[in-house]
C-alpha cells in the first residue's frame, strides 16, 4: 500500500508512522538547498525514487494537482458562491465536467 503527498509531508516523523501503518509513502521529495546552504534530508531514498511505483504516483499526483489547479485559476472554485454541500459539491461536478470537456481535444490526438 502507497500513499502520495506533497513535499510539505517529507519528514522523518510522519515517515515512520506511515511505515509502522504499512504504508510505503511516495512523498515529493524536499531536498532542495536552503538559505542557509544546507540541502535538506529526505525520507525518500535513491531506491524508492528511482522505482516504477514512485514514477507513477508523482505522474498522477501531478495530474490531479492541474486539475485542482484549472478549478481554482479558471473555475469557481477559488471562492464558492453556495451555500450547503450539496450545492457546492454541484458546482465542484460543473468544474470537473467543464475541466474534462476542456481536455477532449488532447485526449483525441492520443
Known amino acids: 500500500m502507497t500513499v502520495g503527498?506533497?513535499?510539505?509531508?517529507?519528514?522523518?516523523?510522519?515517515?515512520e508512522a506511515l511505515r509502522k501503518l504499512g504504508v510505503e509513502p511516495h512523498v515529493a521529495r524536499n531536498n532542495a538547498t536552503?538559505?542557509?546552504?544546507?540541502?535538506?534530508t529526505t525520507i525518500i531514498?535513491?531506491?524508492t525514487a528511482k522505482?516504477?511505483?514512485?514514477?507513477?504516483?508523482?505522474?498522477?499526483?501531478?495530474?490531479?494537482?492541474?486539475?485542482?489547479?484549472?478549478g481554482k485559476q479558471h473555475g469557481t472554485m477559488r471562492k464558492t458562491k453556495?451555500?450547503?454541500i450539496k450545492a457546492v459539491a454541484g458546482d465542484f461536478l460543473l468544474n470537473l465536467i467543464?475541466?474534462?470537456?476542456i481536455r477532449?481535444?488532447?485526449?483525441a490526438k492520443l
Open 5 to 15: 503527498e506533497d513535499k510539505a509531508y517529507d519528514a522523518a516523523a510522519h515517515g
Open 34 to 40: 536552503t538559505k542557509t546552504g544546507k540541502t535538506r
Open 45 to 47: 531514498d535513491d531506491a
Open 51 to 70: 522505482s516504477d511505483g514512485y514514477g507513477m504516483s508523482q505522474m498522477r499526483r501531478k495530474m490531479i494537482e492541474c486539475m485542482f489547479g484549472w
Open 82 to 84: 453556495h451555500r450547503g
Open 98 to 101: 467543464a475541466y474534462n470537456l
Open 104 to 107: 477532449i481535444p488532447t485526449l
